[in-house]
């Protein structure tokens, strides 16, 4: 089965350890989350377009993310930049309950109906700026960003809950590092897990807003 042989030798053979991870993309049907024209290609190791400029990420790409954010089952996660749903569905097979937010209508709309159709229910979907995350529902115990900003937006790092993790791109706009941020007892502690390349995050503390770098 291809899902199988995606979480064999993309994710298990290439240090993705975490057992409740790699379960999760064992349950989740990534074909379900590309465009029919790409269904073919739904369990290749790289990002396919989606529409609206935007990407699902590669399969390796989603799991060291989501590994990276240490999820137990129980906590409250904000991701900015829903995109397909994909990532979200694998975050809400780790997570309590998922907040997403996402700047395209068109794709938050076919993001749900899909999370609708597979019977994802602890998961809440937005359309708006990410890059300022959502106060309303914070702190957050992970924060996930799927596209690449200048620098940590700040705001972010501010709505994490003691010992939060916020797992972001940060870079140019042609390479990034994927970051890892952790916040214990108001200290912030930051490193990189690897490097990447992602889509820029627009928004007010994304490319071009009033608070990039």
Not at 14 to 25: C, G, H, K, M, S
Not at 61 to 68: I, L, R, Y
Not at 75 to 87: A, F, I, K, R
Not at 131 to 143: H, K, L, N, R, T
Request: hydrophobic share 40%.
């Amino acid at each position: 089965m291809q899902r199988d042989m995606m979480v064999e030798w993309q994710l298990r053979r290439r240090e993705v350890r975490d057992p409740r991870v790699l379960e999760a993309f064992l349950e989740v049907p990534r074909h379900e989350f590309v465009l029919p024209e790409h269904i073919a290609e739904a369990y290749e190791d790289h990002p396919l377009p989606i529409g609206e400029g935007q990407t699902i990420s590669q399969p390796y790409m989603v799991a060291v993310m989501t590994e990276a954010l240490q999820l137990t089952g129980r906590e409250t996660v904000l991701e900015v930049g829903t995109g397909s749903g994909y990532q979200t569905a694998i975050l809400a097979r780790l997570a309590g309950h998922v907040y997403t937010i996402e700047r395209h209508g068109s794709l938050s709309v076919r993001a749900q109906e899909r999370l609708k159709h597979l019977g994802v229910a602890n998961v809440t979907c937005f359309i708006g700026d990410g890059s300022q995350g959502y106060p309303e529902a914070a702190p957050f115990d992970a924060i996930l960003v799927t596209a690449a900003a200048p620098s940590v937006p700040h705001i972010l790092v501010h709505q994490l809950a003691d010992n939060g993790r916020l797992v972001i791109p940060v870079g140019d706009m042609d390479s990034q590092e994927l970051v890892q941020v952790w916040k214990h007892a108001g200290a912030v502690v930051q490193r990189t897990i690897n490097y990447c390349r992602f889509v820029p995050l627009t928004g007010k503390y994304g490319w071009g807003g009033t608070h990039s770098a």
